[in-house]
């Protein structure tokens, strides 16, 4: 596997790319990783409070590069404790229809912690929805690069009745069989948080690097 541990190397590879990430925040973990740790794009709309706005749509750009990266939350069910604002919200399968697509995008997009104290149903049609979009994107853009970020392991601690790995498991292989015979790249997130047993949503370091790798 190539390490992308390396500045130049990273920003060599997303030379004139958009990069739309759509999920939850261990997706949005990527472009503050992008723009905080190693410093390869700078924020364009990162300026209110931190606890206040984590909902928020975040873009970085490197304009040296021609680097577009985003990340935007997927809509509901989205537990947050915190008030947002919804006039910007989309189902993620619109927010894919309202992408041109071509050789130089790529989508990462996840689904999964937000649906794990929900019915299993609204789990189901949210990634039947997610697939249709992506038919209709890879018709009119077939070179488009979209990867499936399958959801980390989590806490152990933390209201385990509602958010249990057992939920996150079962919503892993009802992933796997809905996109199966699509063009998608899959991070096996679970497997590889599991293996490190790092048992935290958000994973260290170390383990962040080997998922964006």
């Known amino acids: 596997m190539t390490q992308f541990t390396d500045n130049d190397k990273l920003k060599d590879f997303l030379k004139g790319k958009k990069l739309f990430l759509m999920g939850d925040s261990t997706v949005r973990q990527y472009i503050r990783h992008f723009a905080e740790n190693i410093k390869i794009v700078d924020y364009f709309n990162h300026t209110e409070d931190e606890m206040q706005s984590w909902q928020k749509t975040l873009l970085a750009i490197n304009l040296e590069k021609f680097i577009y990266v985003q990340w ?97 498991y079962v919503q892993y292989l009802a992933l796997r069989e809905i996109f199966k015979g699509l063009s998608v790249g899959f991070v096996d997130g679970l497997d590889m948080t599991i293996a490190y047993a790092c048992n935290v949503i958000h994973p260290p370091l170390e383990v962040l690097e080997n998922l964006i790798s």
């Open 72 to 168: 935007k939350k997927h809509t509901f069910p989205f537990v947050s404790k915190t008030f947002y604002s919804i006039k910007e919200d989309a189902y993620m399968a619109r927010q894919i229809d309202q992408i041109g697509g071509g050789e130089n995008t790529i989508i990462v997009l996840t689904l999964g912690q937000h649906f794990r104290p929900f019915p299993f149903r609204t789990f189901i049609r949210s990634v039947l929805n997610v697939r249709r979009a992506l038919e209709r994107l890879f018709i009119r853009s077939p070179r488009t690069r979209v990867i499936i970020k399958e959801e980390n392991a989590r806490d152990m601690d933390i209201g385990m009745e509602r958010f249990s790995d057992f939920h996150g």
